[in-house]
């Protein structure tokens, strides 16, 4: 488990609770200080060692009852965007509480993570949002401002909310009161309702509007040496309003990597609250600009700086917002360009194996990831296999056995347009399955995530011991998609290479000559009494584990629902299990 982010306070009272509070800092060395109160465990010192920490810390963790700590934290509370998130652990590390700042103090996470980091303890989160498995507005990825707890609690109640985007961002599934309109922009538009607006644009949000800011824009910046802040800053913020375009959503100042140091450039950027990202001049040099110029050619290698950088650092897919302009001061020239890019948010491809039916086998980052979808694309009994992890809202597009390039085709059009989605399979989703004919149809302009399942071999190899323990290939029997004279091919060759097989799709009622083929093949090069594991729904209802030998083998007793592991000359059966020696040196003669 990652460190979260910032300075973490450790305060502790009695040695059990110190017990607790190493293994939290040994686990985040960087990220924790400890806030000693020596061995005795007097109010007093618990008491400064809490004052301390709450000054000084973005999160604490108090190795503390819930009633000890609220007391001591009553005087010390200020205000809910400032205050730091606080998280209790109790004596027996059972529990650990997100106690104060759940959402903007980063508590509710901070507890999902200690919870991680001490054996047996769990997290316990009590906002009304996470309580009820709804997205809290300020954990959706960008900031919000406006009527955030007005709107987080229509949500909740149920109360038909407003959704208005006017920059596709990719969200998570919002409840069913949610719903998406494109009329106005739900600030001061009379409607009188509740929105979520999300957008770039400068608005002036009501008491009813909740407003995402996704950092959808790029400030490119050129300044002469010894540019004053003040006239960045001023040209910076001119330059937006003018566009009627948001700070907020800034993402960063972009400029040349000689300007890296120019104070001007550094300070601007601290009081605007965003990041410098600079380029090298050859780099900016080589994007398209309309206004290019010779001042910055002769002083730093490139025609523009601003508008390259600005466009630059957005990425493909960038559109110019604001043009060059420059600062305006009295009496002097303007030392300081600017101009604004902006790209839409990308939207997102989750591509996400399911593993093979045991939801012990279904990966805590698949999980996360069913969770951050808002669309979810699959085949009907994956879809089953996991849709009580899905959000309330989320839109499940389902279809059944054969629609594989449809399924494709729809995840990507819909990530295209700007949306989260999870397409789904079982095993790993990229082993025969989605992954490639939904990346073969997938452009630049969208991010795709892979999340690796476990793969039917693998369920299967656990089962019946380590027949993979030597090198090994999976075959598909199916030849719907693949000439049967092509799997021919790489059967002989697997059996020349003498190479562990494990077949997919080894048999289906239409087809069931093909793996009678297959092992006689592997036969030609291995003796009757090789290995071969026959493993039925590994890891679902309905398991079943057979090891047998190429001899022996009945073929009737497989279907689509198995995979078959083929030993090579080495494998050998050992207490019923089968077993693939590693070294070379086993192989024998053969
Ligand atoms: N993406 C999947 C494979 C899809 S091909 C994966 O990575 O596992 C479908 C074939 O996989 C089935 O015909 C069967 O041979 C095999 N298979 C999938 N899940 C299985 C399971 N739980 N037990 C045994 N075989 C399985």
Not at 284 to 297: E, Y
Request: glycine share 10%; with cysteine; proline share 7%.
């Amino acid at each position: 488990m990652n460190a979260p982010n910032g300075l973490i306070g450790l305060v502790s009272a009695t040695a059990a609770g110190r017990r607790a509070r190493d293994l939290v800092a040994a686990a985040w060395p960087e990220a924790t200080r400890v806030y000693d109160t020596g061995d005795q465990s007097g109010a007093d010192t618990v008491r400064s060692a809490l004052t301390r920490a709450f000054a000084e810390c973005d999160r604490i963790v108090c190795f503390l009852a819930t009633g000890a700590t609220v007391r001591l934290l009553a005087p010390l509370l200020g205000d809910k965007e400032s205050d730091p998130g606080v998280v209790c652990v109790d004596e027996a590390r059972r529990y650990a509480v997100a106690l104060l700042g759940g959402h903007a103090g980063g508590a509710n996470e901070l507890a999902h993570a200690v919870a991680e980091v001490l054996p047996g303890c769990r997290p316990v989160v009590t906002t009304a949002t996470d309580a009820v498995d709804v997205p809290g507005l300020d954990t959706l990825g960008p900031p919000v401002e406006g009527a955030v707890a007005a709107v987080s609690r229509a949500v909740l109640d149920g109360e038909p909310v407003r959704l208005v985007r006017h920059v596709p961002f990719p969200l998570p599934a919002l409840p069913e009161n949610v719903t998406e309109t494109d009329g106005g922009d739900g600030a001061g538009d009379g409607s009188g309702g509740y929105t979520v607006l999300v957008t770039d644009r400068a608005v002036e949000p009501d008491d009813r509007t909740a407003v995402l800011r996704p950092a959808t824009l790029s400030v490119g910046v050129g300044a002469s040496r010894g540019a004053p802040a003040d006239e960045i800053v001023e040209l910076v913020e001119r330059s937006l309003t003018d566009a009627g375009l948001s700070l907020r959503c800034v993402a960063e100042l972009a400029t040349v990597d000689a300007k890296a140091d120019e104070p001007g450039i550094v300070e601007a950027a601290r009081r605007l609250g965003v990041p410098v990202r600079t380029y090298p001049a050859e780099a900016l040099a080589a994007v398209p600009v309309p206004h290019p110029s010779q001042a910055p050619l002769a002083a730093v290698g490139t025609p523009s700086v601003a508008e390259a950088a600005a466009l630059l650092a957005r990425g493909e897919g960038a559109e110019l917002v604001v043009p060059k302009r420059k600062s305006e001061v009295q009496g002097r020239a303007a030392m300081a360009t600017c101009a604004v890019a902006r790209r839409r948010p990308r939207g997102r491809l989750a591509i996400v194996g399911l593993g093979p039916g045991a939801r012990d086998l279904l990966t805590p980052r698949a999980r996360d990831e069913l969770r951050r979808a808002g669309v979810v694309v699959g085949l009907d009994q994956y879809v089953a296999q996991i849709r009580d992890l899905l959000r309330p809202g989320t839109r499940v597009l389902e279809s059944g056995l054969g629609a594989e390039e449809e399924r494709a085709r729809t995840a990507v059009a819909e990530a295209r347009a700007g949306r989260a989605v999870a397409l789904i399979g079982s095993g790993d989703a990229g082993v025969y399955a989605m992954a490639s004919p939904a990346l073969a149809e997938a452009s630049a302009d969208i991010d795709v995530v892979g999340v690796p399942g476990v793969t039917a071999a693998l369920a299967a190899a656990a089962l019946l011991g380590a027949p993979l323990g030597h090198d090994h290939v999976s075959i598909s029997l199916s030849d719907l998609h693949t000439p049967w004279e092509v799997i021919e091919r790489r059967v002989r060759a697997a059996a020349e290479a003498d190479l562990v097989v494990t077949f997919y799709n080894p048999r289906s009622r239409g087809r069931d000559w093909q793996l009678p083929k297959a092992l006689a093949l592997l036969a030609e090069h291995r003796s009757p009494d090789t290995p071969v594991g026959v493993v039925r729904n590994a890891s679902r209802p309905g398991e079943r584990v057979a090891v047998t030998t190429l001899g022996e083998l009945d073929p009737t007793v497989v279907d689509m629902m198995t995979v078959v592991t083929v030993g090579n000359t080495a494998t050998r059966t050992v207490a019923g299990r089968m077993v693939t020696p590693r070294g070379y040196r086993w192989q024998g003669g053969a």
